[in-house]
């Protein structure tokens, strides 16, 4: 939001009364005028207005730096001396930094313009006497080119006649132009912040949103038999994709999400603060950071400044009233005098609201550059989080409106009395053979068709759960998280600022909402959060989806114990924040604390280093924190101190070039980020194919490619497939059940249906049982494209001990399983299968291949593996001679589930 209608006529109005500009300056006598014998605060020259303008007047120089002093002395000025032969000299200079751009030594008198009621007349070297009272002068400084976004100092000095010579006067005088592109534009080449900050941003949120959605892609499943399970799979991956689940379990992808669009709003908000302190920032710095404004949610609007806004929006090219003084206006007028200066040009000079100089320093500078008074800057900014957050609020209640209307209309046009399990012989009809269970039935296994049915008439409306619906609350939870982390910093700050303004600027109102939203939104909220995710187990918050979806966005970028590391994040935003906010009396306390602060949070980040495996952003942070140290020394250097214009100048264009290296440092890790995408997707290497952190990263994704050669790549396939035990999701787990069902230990729900033994019919609830994660014999649950999740462990493997087939010398990680101490050449077993007339519950078999579809065990060779089940009674002697039997059963304990191995 860069313009905004409401103040487009000020705009025009801006461009058609636009007058000649007042401008600051500064008086610069130097300690020795004050400490001379000689001196006579009479014989002072005592500059009180300058007027402004850059413009080409026609006399051949091209555009000149026109500037015309108003000034008062209190003795008559003698501008030639015969006892010395000296005349009084007027010398000037412009410079941008310490480079000169013109300078100049010239007759005083030959400047000078006598006040009405005296007579308009040109002094000369000889003949040069001004009367007491008011005195004008001008000076005129060619510029050999357009200069933007600098500060053109000017000094002025004026000696009088003795030998040696004193000082008059000594004026500073600093103007920035700019050019005028209109309310709430970006002032031209500045611009470029705005946009290479914003880009990058955009940028990172969809190349790390794309990788997390990849990553998530065989997350979801759906039933063939039931409508919309398109928008079901994809509510499962969006889901899987935000809660960030992934990135405890794919180091490549933790590698590739990070840095994130995050970092670079921070960054971004890093460059804002850095002109709201109270130090002695050339004007130019004003224009080009309030670029960056925008990450704190300040906007050249009006929303918030009531009916007379026009008249209280300010822009800093906009200046009062040209009203030049009646004893100096005709020659103000004539295009011949000094002191003219044209009233139909423009201004293009950077402009504070008033002087002398409370505004131009700090947050009421940025304020004005942006366009906004210091009293709007806490509304600007809460007003237009909270909005933001309302419509979150109210997307996700529409998203989620949508999602149960389109759940309800599926479910109505459903057969209501079909079973959940499967008729005997499969001779029954369609509405009774096997479908996927319900998400319902998948988070609550042991929930009958007939309570299925009848849930909603006996909880309330505010727990009803449907599908991906039971994830809208935590998804609404973890984008509200996400909201407060990205603006918890500007809060903090405008509200520490409202506190400090007196009753004559803010209302009293404003105050106390300034101090309800710090007690919130600062402090409360943030400990809160904190809270929760200390008394969470950690195995619950990295594995289980819904906190995953709630809390992910405080910690999910972190390694398993250093999620509290976001408790330091909020620390630092508070302190930082409170020294900004309310230490604007003294820019010079506010640099120092800021560079404690900072050396401080360095330390406790190069310290902990609280990244994921894989991450590697312990280089880019000690990058980071190394330059914005450098940026806080120089910011106490540039405190109210008398360093000078040039060396001021000098040291904010170091700063400046500091923002933007982290700038470039952005643009380079995103062009590899996009050079590491296309590898990905061109030679089709998911981020889960490698869970090494050498195989991380573009060179990572070349190897695994076979660019850098194809046995390591094989290598560190094999390698990887262990992983797929452990972080927040196992290989094995590929359905929508398998995401909702987390708990706090990584165990998962299976997502198979449940099997009914003979004679049971659809209206008998099926007892509570667990049932292996795979499809029915049926064929009528499908998954989508990729390769079945299968077990790493074959049947006549069950008497060895598990060992990882890359690490020989690691041991046996199963050796409690192994108990009879078989050797492996008795690892064949034939499990029994209780017949169908005993009492208890029925047992199905898993397809082993497209030849197998009833329920029974197959004849086949076994190729793949098996879950542990109870209820199996193995032989103390296993049968040799017999072919093994693949058979899975679905009542299969948790535990033993958990423990099951998939491999390809």
Request: hydrophobic residues 40%.
């Amino acid at each position: 939001m860069r313009v905004v209608s409401a103040v487009a006529a000020l705009a025009v109005f801006l461009r058609v009364h636009a007058t000649p500009n007042t401008v600051p300056f500064k008086n610069c006598l130097s300690s020795q005028t004050y400490d001379d014998d000689r001196y006579n605060p009479a014989q002072l020259i005592n500059v009180t207005e300058v007027y402004s303008q850059i413009t080409d007047i026609g006399d051949g120089s091209g555009n000149q730096l026109r500037l015309s002093f108003i000034s008062e002395i209190g003795e008559e000025l003698d501008g030639w001396s015969n006892e010395t032969r000296l005349s009084t000299t007027l010398i000037y200079s412009t410079s941008i930094a310490t480079n000169d751009v013109y300078s100049n030594k010239t007759f005083f008198c030959y400047h000078i313009v006598p006040p009405v009621p005296y007579a308009p007349r040109s002094y000369n070297d000889t003949d040069c006497i001004v009367p007491a009272g008011q005195l004008a002068f001008g000076i005129h400084s060619p510029l050999p080119q357009d200069y933007q976004l600098v500060t053109l100092n000017t000094r002025v000095q004026v000696l009088d006649t003795s030998n040696p010579a004193k000082e008059l006067a000594c004026v500073d005088v600093g103007v920035t132009p700019i050019v005028d592109t209109g309310v709430g534009g970006s002032f031209n080449y500045a611009g470029i912040l705005f946009w290479v900050s914003v880009g990058l941003a955009i940028a990172y949120w969809v190349i790390v949103g794309l990788a997390r959605i990849a990553a998530a892609w065989r997350r979801g499943s759906w039933d063939s038999h039931q409508r919309w399970v398109y928008i079901r799979w994809a509510g499962t991956v969006l889901a899987s994709a935000i809660s960030g689940e992934r990135l405890a379990a794919s180091p490549a992808l933790l590698r590739f999400a990070t840095p994130s669009m995050r970092d670079i709003i921070f960054h971004t908000q890093w460059c804002a603060c850095l002109a709201m302190v109270a130090v002695d920032w050339p004007n130019f710095v004003y224009p080009i950071l309030s670029n960056a404004a925008w990450s704190h949610l300040l906007y050249n609007v009006t929303i918030i400044q009531g009916a007379n806004s026009a008249d209280e929006h300010w822009w800093p090219l906009q200046v009062p009233s040209y009203t030049p003084p009646d004893a100096f206006r005709d020659q103000m007028e004539n295009t011949t005098s000094p002191i003219y200066i044209d009233a139909s040009v423009p201004n293009n000079l950077f402009t504070f609201p008033s002087y002398p100089i409370e505004s131009d320093r700090g947050l009421p500078a940025l304020a004005a550059a942006v366009g906004l008074r210091e009293q709007d800057l806490f509304g600007m900014c809460v007003s237009t989080f909270l909005a933001i957050v309302a419509s979150t609020l109210v997307i996700s209640v529409f998203i989620w409106a949508v999602d149960w209307l389109i759940s309800s209309v599926a479910s109505g046009k459903s057969n209501p009395t079909r079973s959940r399990g499967v008729a005997a012989n499969g001779g029954a009809d369609v509405k009774d053979t096997v479908r996927s269970p319900s998400p319902d039935s998948q988070l609550y296994p042991g929930v009958t068709a007939r309570s299925a049915a009848h849930g909603h008439a006996r909880r309330g409306w505010w727990r009803y759960r449907l599908g991906q619906s039971s994830f809208h609350g935590s998804v609404l939870h973890g984008n509200l998280v996400r909201l407060l982390l990205l603006f918890h910093l500007p809060v903090t700050i405008f509200s520490c600022y409202q506190f400090t303004l007196g009753r004559s600027t803010a209302t009293t109102l404003s105050i106390i909402l300034a101090a309800l939203t710090f007690a919130v939104f600062s402090v409360g909220i943030p400990l809160f959060l904190i809270y929760r995710v200390t008394t969470t187990p950690t195995g619950k918050l990295y594995d289980a989806t819904r906190t995953l979806l709630a809390l992910g966005p405080l910690y999910n970028h972190y390694g398993h114990g250093s999620q509290l590391f976001a408790g330091l994040f909020f620390a630092n935003n508070i302190a930082l924040g409170s020294v900004i906010g309310a230490g604007q009396k003294s820019g010079t306390a506010q640099s120092i604390i800021i560079l404690v602060i900072e050396v401080a949070s360095a330390l406790a980040t190069s310290i902990w280093l609280p990244w994921g495996k894989g991450a590697h952003m312990s280089l880019i942070s000690f990058l980071f924190c190394v330059l914005r140290i450098i940026s806080s020394v120089l910011l106490v250097i540039l405190s109210p101190v008398a360093i000078g214009d040039s060396a001021g100048a000098w040291i904010a264009y170091a700063i400046l070039m500091i923002a933007g290296i982290i700038y470039v440092t952005f643009i380079v890790v995103l062009f590899f980020k996009i050079l590491e995408g296309l590898v990905r997707l061109i030679f089709k290497v998911s981020f889960d194919r490698s869970h090494h952190s050498i195989d991380t990263g573009f060179l990572g994704a070349l190897g695994l490619a076979g660019c850098c050669g194809g046995r390591a790549k094989n290598k560190r396939r094999s390698r990887g497939h262990r992983y797929q035990l452990s972080g927040s999701v196992s290989g094995s787990s590929n359905s929508k059940a398998g995401l909702m069902g987390r708990s706090s230990s990584g165990l998962e729900y299976p997502t198979a249906g449940y099997a009914a033994g003979p004679g049971a019919n659809g209206n008998h609830a099926m007892p509570n049982v667990a049932y292996a994660n795979y499809p029915p014999s049926n064929g009528l649950t499908s998954y989508p494209p990729g390769p079945t999740p299968q077990s790493y462990l074959r049947p006549e493997q069950i008497w060895q001990s598990y060992q990882e087939a890359d690490e020989d010398d690691a041991g046996h990680i199963m050796q409690s399983w192994n108990k009879h101490q078989t050797s492996p050449s008795q690892g064949t077993v034939q499990v029994q299968i209780p017949p169908a007339s005993q009492p208890g519950p029925a047992y199905q078999s898993v397809p082993t291949n497209s030849s197998s579809s009833s329920g029974f065990a197959s004849n086949a060779p076994a190729s793949s593996g098996f879950s542990r089940a109870q209820s199996v009674e193995l032989p103390s002697t296993p049968p040799t001679g017999r072919t093994p039997t693949r058979t899975t059963f679905q009542r299969a304990s948790t535990l033993a589930h958990a423990l099951s191995i998939g491999c390809d």
